[in-house]
Nanobody, 124 residues
Framework: VQLQASGGGLVQAGGSLRLSCAAS????????ITWFRQAPGKEREFVAG????????DYIDSVKGRFTISRDNAKNTVYLQMNSLKPEDTAVYYC??????????????????WGQGTLVTVSS
């Protein structure tokens, strides 16, 4: 099983980035896919999640209206479109897969597989 996160980079405040999480070795339709992030000196936090079969979504309040999570079934890929980026969005972003496809958990320990992380840096 492999989750490959990509798309991070350096962007000015107000800019946009799109992260991708490509999965292999799992049946995507049986997994919830979620993005977490971890800023320096802080705990890993839930950002956004999507259930594959039901199309349910969840976002933390600080990204609502700015970030959009989506999926491409044919490519086994989940995206995180990030607009109006702020310096406080700076973090390493990780994608994760939970085989409890019917829920979107905000608890990192409940996830079965993790990607390697991609760094997002937002300058002021």
């Amino acid at each position: 099983v492999q989750l490959q996160a990509s798309g991070g980079g350096l962007v000015q405040a107000g800019g946009s980035l799109r992260l991708s999480c490509a999965a292999s070795g799992i049946t995507f339709s049986r997994y919830t896919i979620t993005w977490f992030r971890q800023a320096p000196g802080k705990e890993r936090e839930f950002v956004a999640g999507i259930t594959w079969n039901l199309g349910d979504f969840d976002y933390i309040d600080s990204v609502k209206g700015r970030f959009t999570i989506s999926r491409d079934n044919a490519k086994n890929t989940v995206y995180l479109q990030m607009n109006s980026l702020k310096p406080e969005d700076t973090a390493v972003y990780y994608c994760a897969a939970d085989n409890a496809w019917f829920r979107i958990s905000r608890v990192a320990a409940q996830y079965d597989y993790w990607g390697q992380g991609t760094l997002v840096t937002v300058s002021s």
